[in-house]
């Protein structure tokens, strides 16, 4: 069983199109990351999934029941975007108002509320106003109060907004970490290095519509390019490369490093065996592959480069087709 299920997922805010018909499904234990640009419906999908927004039309479903339902609803833990905890709360005092919202025990309080704010690095400051913590200080309790009752499901948006670099990695590590415990991780994110890390499956959400999906390694596919470098001083045989029938090119970026492109059929192994037996040395052999970034830029730009999402008249969309803005 799916832990969310999304069928036709539409949602309109008075003529806005928000979400235009998602269909998306995460299983459970896994890691999965929902990208897009600004305004793409990220969060939207997230409010509807926890019954805070109302869905148009369609169907979501979380861990069995339709989207909002109470029961379900303790089951899962979430981080919200620009959450605003309480300033005049600590950060013990917060979990501890969280604790007794999700029912969990004052014993278990007591025990797990330091060991959850132990997880996220900021046990040390439990008990300083939340008033004065720094950005990143105020997410990680954020993530600490998405898991301090122990959730199925965790849903985080933008987890790692305004964490540093290193806290970035410990945010990851931490999320490995509870997928190993069983514990299935839904987030939002911009930050597609990171997403690359750390998910098993993605979607990218582009003005509503899911315009990708799969997992990291289906998208981030081999490109069919190798780049070979080869010992100080040696001459890459690229006439004879060619006359394999490669095509084959000089990186300007890199001097001394040749790429090499297979057509369909072809594998680099002719190419290797030639290098060597021809008695040159070779000192690199890359697969390329393309970065989850390159994918995401690809898909978005090919749509409508650096713009959010516009609500445009029909002549509009017609003319930025006619420019071929829009593929
Ligand atoms: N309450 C609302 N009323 C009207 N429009 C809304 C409302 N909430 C969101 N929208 C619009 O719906 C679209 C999707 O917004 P959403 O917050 O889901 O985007 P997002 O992908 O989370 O963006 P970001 O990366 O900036 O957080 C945007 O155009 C936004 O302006
Ligand atoms: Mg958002």
Redesign the pocket.
């Known amino acids: 069983m799916a832990v969310i299920e999304t069928r036709d997922l539409r949602?309109t805010?008075?003529t806005?199109e928000?979400l235009k018909g998602v269909s998306i499904s995460v299983e459970p234990g896994q890691i999965y990351g929902l990208l897009?640009?600004?305004?793409?419906?990220?969060?939207?999908?997230?409010?509807i999934l926890l019954g805070i927004?109302r869905k148009t039309a369609g169907e979501a479903e979380l861990l069995g029941a339709p989207a909002g339902t109470v029961n379900v609803r303790r089951r899962v833990g979430y981080l919200p975007?620009d959450h605003q905890f309480p300033y005049y709360h600590t950060g013990r005092s917060l979990m501890d108002f969280y604790g007794q919202l999700y029912g969990v025990s004052p014993d278990d309080r007591k025990r797990k509320i330091p060991e959850a704010l132990e997880l996220v690095g900021i046990a040390g400051r439990m008990n300083s106003k939340i008033k004065t913590y720094s950005k990143g200080m105020k997410q990680r309790l954020g993530i600490a109060q998405a898991l301090l009752h122990d959730p199925d499901l965790i849903i985080l948006?933008?987890p790692t907004d305004g964490v540093d670099p290193m806290g970035r990695k410990e945010i990851r590590e931490l999320m490995a970490r509870l997928k190993d415990k069983g514990h299935t991780i839904f987030l939002?994110s911009?930050l597609l290095g990171e997403v690359e890390l750390v998910c098993d499956r993605v979607a990218i959400?582009q003005r509503?519509e899911v315009v990708r999906e799969g997992t990291v390694a289906e998208l981030t596919k081999a490109t069919d390019k190798f780049r070979l470098r080869l010992g100080e001083g040696q001459a890459f045989p690229t006439d004879v490369v060619a006359r394999l029938g490669y095509a084959v090119a000089p990186l300007a970026e890199r001097p001394g490093t040749f790429e090499v492109t297979l057509a369909s059929g072809q594998t680099i192994d002719p190419v290797v065996r030639l290098l060597v037996e021809g008695g040159l040395s070779l000192r690199e052999l890359v697969e390329k592959k393309e970065s989850l970034e390159d994918v995401f830029m690809k898909t978005v730009e090919g749509a409508e480069p650096g713009v959010?999402?516009k609500v445009r008249t029909v002549q509009q969309v017609q003319r930025v087709r006619a420019v071929g803005g829009e593929g």
Request: proline share 0%; no cysteine.
């Open positions: 949602k805010y008075g806005l928000a897009g640009q600004n305004g793409a419906g990220k969060t939207t999908l997230i409010k927004v975007e948006d933008e939002n911009h959400l509503g959010d999402q």
